[in-house]
Structure formats: structure tokens, C-alpha cells
């Protein structure tokens, strides 16, 4: 049973930076691993995703400013955010998907596991 823990949400400014971190646990190295966010009133949305060979997939929304990235050593999936905008407030989840295809990754539904998120919050 896979269990996924995020971390490090919190409140910035417009322009500011935050690490998202996601312990992940029971799931093995087969699985790709992503972020997804929702807002309230609003559906469920891919962030980022990164592949069991490595190959990442951006949001156009969060393209140049998010880089999604792994420690397999410590099992835990990063999400770096820079230049932060009001509209990236939300509740970010991170979530884990066996053999999934790289076409799919940016897909929630071939995501099996997901965490209870944690919330950022940008002002402007």
C-alpha cells in the first residue's frame, strides 16, 4: 500500500519560491511520481511529472518556473517553485502511478496513490 506525505506549503509573496517535498513509502521504483493541484471551485490540475526513466512533463502553466525532481535514496519527490503567482495558490498533491506511459503523465487518472496535500498560498 503506497503512502505519500507532503510538505512544506506554506504563504509567500508574488515572485517568491517554495519546496514542496513528498515522502513517498510502499511503492516501488516501477511507479511515476507527480504533482497535481486544486483550487477550491476548481478541478483537479497536473503540475508536473516525472517518470520511472527519468523523463519529466510540465504544466504550460508552470513551465520555466516549477522543476519536479527525485532523491530515490530518500524516497522523496521535490517540487521546487520559483517566481510564484497568485494564481498557482492551491492545494498541492503528489501522487504515484504504475507503468505509466509517458503520454499519460500529466493524466490523473493512471495516478493510483495520492497524498493529503499540502496548501500554498500566494499574495499579491
Known amino acids: 500500500q503506497g503512502q505519500l506525505v507532503e510538505s512544506g506549503g506554506g504563504s509567500v509573496q508574488s515572485g517568491g519560491a517554495l519546496r514542496l517535498s513528498c515522502a513517498v513509502s510502499?511503492?516501488?521504483?516501477?511507479?511515476?511520481l507527480g504533482w497535481f493541484r486544486q483550487a477550491p471551485g476548481r478541478k483537479r490540475e497536473a503540475v508536473a511529472a516525472?517518470?520511472?526513466?527519468?523523463?519529466?512533463a510540465y504544466a504550460e502553466a508552470v513551465e520555466g518556473r516549477f522543476t519536479i525532481s527525485q532523491d530515490s535514496s530518500k524516497n522523496t519527490l521535490y517540487l521546487e517553485m520559483n517566481n510564484l503567482k497568485p494564481e498557482d495558490t492551491s492545494m498541492y498533491y503528489c501522487?504515484?502511478?504504475?507503468?505509466?506511459?509517458?503520454?499519460?503523465?500529466?493524466?490523473?487518472?493512471?495516478?493510483?496513490?495520492w497524498g493529503q496535500g499540502t496548501q500554498v498560498t500566494v499574495s499579491s
Open positions: 516525472i517518470n520511472t526513466d527519468g523523463t519529466t
Open positions: 510502499g511503492v516501488y521504483t516501477r511507479y511515476a
Open positions: 501522487a504515484a502511478g504504475l507503468a505509466v506511459p509517458s503520454w499519460m503523465q500529466l493524466h490523473d487518472e493512471v495516478y493510483h496513490y
